[in-house]
């Protein structure tokens, strides 16, 4: 068990990421995708699926994340938080080098018997550096890409929940629901871990990422900055109707993997139209004018900004002889988290 102590200032320094970074949802699915482990019925046909279309030049990701890789995750592949796999793998390349050799010794210290080429590998050599970034690419295309539009709708609508439990009852309350094996008894908060271990935040704060690939509580240190916050990924998925919702209508082919960014992902959630409409009124809009910004009728924005309105996202009041449409925080909150 990793115990978590808090001081004063590192409640005030809690914050959920806004989505799951592509890269690190790529690195954390290779141990998924090798062992049965937990949820292995969920997870079984997606594996099925992978399994099926692996290729040979991907086969070296799965020693750089092996089945037990939940004893050590390659760190330095999962400091990115960008929106876009090209992104993610441009920001792991540029980090400086005593980044990759702070996980080079992590990697000594875990995995003693790590082929030589993972050495080589933070240690910069451009051979294989081109070879795992070619492979990562091809390999989020089948494994992640066909899922990510679903995936970030999950993801941005766990964050909109978990805004609201902070409203409601502060940060007690969102660190005490986090996850059903994560235990707040404040100021300590408990984090499942193979190692029995305290660790004091002292004013660094903690970073909650979402994460559906990886079942269970992670907890990460930065092993090259002790004084960045502590990364807490919490699977967003906890039952079979869960990991359902990302699997529905995959795209078949990875020639044409799920909308990535901001757009696809709203109107995974809520629809294209819909999606159009809470965008159209992050500056307040009469029904004529969110009719004209989104080029429907003035029936037709009429009827989705009340859906939007009996959800919550948006409010509308009356302006003179017609109505204005604006975001409610919820709907700030959603499309906040849809702009990454």
Known sequence: MLRVHFAPDDLARVRIARSPDPLAETILSLPVLQGSGPHGVALAGWRARTRGSLRPSMRPLLELAPARAGEYVPEAFTHAATATLPDSLDHTWSLPRHQWAA?????EQLRPHAPRWIHALHHGD??????????????????????????????????????????????????????????????????????DADLRLSGRGLLLVPTFFWPEPLA??????????????????????????????????????????????????????????????ETPASTGELARR?????????????????????????????VLHALTPLGRVLLGGAAT
Request: net charge positive; charged share 15%; proline share 8%.
């Open 103 to 107: 996980d080079f010794l992590a990697t």
């Open 126 to 195: 451009r051979e294989w550096g081109a070879l795992v970034r070619n492979a990562l690419l091809k390999y989020h295309a089948v494994a992640v890409a066909p899922y990510w539009a679903q995936l970030l709708a999950a993801a941005h609508a766990d964050r909109s929940r978990r805004a609201l439990v902070t409203a409601d009852s502060g940060v007690d309350g969102l660190l005490a629901t986090l996850h059903p094996e994560v235990r707040w008894a404040s100021p300590v908060l408990h984090v499942p871990c193979r190692t």
């Open 220 to 281: 990460l240190l930065d092993n090259a900055d002790p004084g960045r916050p502590l990364v807490l990924r919490y699977p967003i998925a906890l039952d079979l109707a869960d990991y359902a919702s990302v699997w529905a209508a995959p795209r078949a082919s990875s020639a044409s993997p799920a909308p990535p960014g901001p757009g696809g992902a709203l109107a995974a959630l809520l629809g294209a139209t819909r999606a159009r409409v809470l965008r159209a009124v």
């Open 294 to 322: 989104t080029g429907t009728s003035p029936a037709t924005a009429s009827h989705h900004a009340t859906v939007l309105r009996t959800a919550g996202l948006l409010t509308t009041e009356r302006d003179g002889s017609g």
